[in-house]
C-alpha cells in the first residue's frame, strides 16, 4: 500500500506538457544565432506548394533548451530568380506571444520553384535576453495537383496586380465547407500588402455532372485580406468554383479554381 500511495504521489507531481507539433511536419531547424535561439519550422506537410501555406515556428534558448514564448518573429520569403529577385506575400505572427508555443503565420508562395531558388528569412527578436538574430532557410515549392492561386492584373485599370489564394477548404467533405480566399495586392517586387478593396462572389458547378449546388455563401472580407464564406459540395467528384472579382460593379477578373476529393 505504501508503494502504491508513493506512486501516486509522484505521479501527481509531474508535469506533463503537450507536444504541440503533433500532426505537423518538421521542414526545418537551424540557429538564429544573434539572438541566442534555436528555431524549428513546421508546415501541414513537407510538400511545400503555390498558394497558401500555413508555418508554425518553434523557438527554444540555444543553451538550456528551454522553450521561447516571448518574441517578435517575421518571415521574409524571396525568390532568386538568377537575374532578379522578389518576395511574396506574408503574413507574420501577429503576436509575441506564443500561441500554444508556437508562432504561427502563412507564406503565399506566388510561383514553384521551377523558376528559381526560395528561400525563407526568418527574424527572431528574443524578448528574454534582447537579442535579435536571423536563419535562414531554402525550401523547395511545388505545383499542386489543382492550382489554389490566381494571379492577375486588373481589367478595370489593367494596370494593378493582385494575388487570390484559397485558404479553405483545405480537406473538403460533402456538405457545407467554409470557404476562404486571401487577396494581396503587388504594390513592388518586395511588397505584397493585403486587399480588401475587390469583392467575390461564386457559383460551384460539376463540369462533368452539369449542375451546382444551393446554399452557397460568397466570401465577405473578415480582415488582413481574408474572405471568408460558405460552399456546398453536394457530392464527390471534381467541383469548379466560377469566381468573379468585382471594384464596385466593375469586373477585375473572372476566372476559375478546381477542387476534386
Request: charged share 15%; aromatic share 8%; proline share 6%.
Amino acid at each position: 500500500v505504501a508503494l502504491v500511495v508513493a506512486f501516486a504521489a509522484c505521479s501527481k507531481s509531474d508535469t506533463v506538457i503537450p507536444d504541440t507539433t503533433v500532426g505537423l511536419t518538421k521542414i526545418a531547424t537551424g540557429y538564429a544565432a544573434g539572438a541566442a535561439a534555436k528555431v524549428e519550422v513546421y508546415a501541414l506537410s513537407s510538400n511545400l506548394t503555390t498558394g497558401y501555406q500555413p508555418l508554425w515556428i518553434a523557438l527554444y534558448d540555444s543553451v538550456s533548451e528551454k522553450r521561447i514564448t516571448d518574441a517578435h518573429v517575421t518571415m521574409l520569403p524571396m525568390m532568386d530568380m538568377g537575374t532578379m529577385k522578389h518576395s511574396s506575400p506574408v503574413e507574420n505572427p501577429a503576436s509575441h506571444e506564443a500561441v500554444n508555443q508556437l508562432f504561427p503565420g502563412a507564406v503565399v508562395f506566388i510561383m514553384s520553384s521551377m523558376g528559381g531558388s526560395w528561400t525563407i528569412d526568418i527574424n527572431v527578436h528574443n524578448h528574454s535576453n534582447n537579442k535579435e538574430g536571423k536563419l535562414t532557410i531554402p525550401v523547395t515549392v511545388a505545383e499542386p495537383a489543382q492550382k489554389r492561386l490566381l494571379s492577375f492584373t486588373s481589367a478595370i485599370d489593367n494596370t494593378t496586380k493582385y494575388f487570390l489564394a484559397m485558404v479553405e477548404p483545405a480537406k473538403p467533405k460533402v456538405g457545407i465547407n467554409n470557404l476562404e480566399f486571401v487577396l494581396y495586392k503587388k504594390a513592388s517586387m518586395m511588397s505584397f500588402p493585403a486587399d480588401s478593396s475587390l469583392s467575390i462572389s461564386f457559383e460551384p458547378e460539376m463540369p462533368t455532372m452539369n449542375h451546382g449546388s444551393p446554399n452557397n455563401v460568397n466570401p465577405v472580407h473578415s480582415g488582413n485580406g481574408h474572405y471568408k464564406g460558405k460552399v456546398n459540395f453536394t457530392m464527390t467528384g471534381l467541383w469548379r468554383l466560377q469566381l468573379q472579382l468585382k471594384s464596385g460593379t466593375q469586373l477585375a477578373k473572372a476566372d476559375s479554381l478546381d477542387i476534386d476529393f
